[in-house]
């Protein structure tokens, strides 16, 4: 037999589970936001690493490029 209670505890069950799929509506939004960031984010983070990336083998460049102007300039100077 159902008694009050039972009854209302029945009829409160959707409410709540009305309410809680309100939330989690409302973290799914705010998680898809931090991700459209975060994707923005890594974008930005790549671009530099590439930047960097070509910073390094244009500086790997100009250091060996002097390297071989000393070294030919120390030969110079060991045959005077």
Known sequence: MIINTDIKRIIKKPAD???RIEQLEKQKEI????????????????????????NLARAK????????VHKKELESLIKK
């Open 17 to 19: 589970l009305e309410e």
């Open 31 to 54: 998680l898809k936001d931090a991700c459209k960031k975060a994707g923005e984010t890594i974008k930005v983070l790549q671009k530099e690493v590439e930047e960097l990336k070509a």
């Open 61 to 68: 460049e100009d250091h060996q490029y002097d390297k071989l």
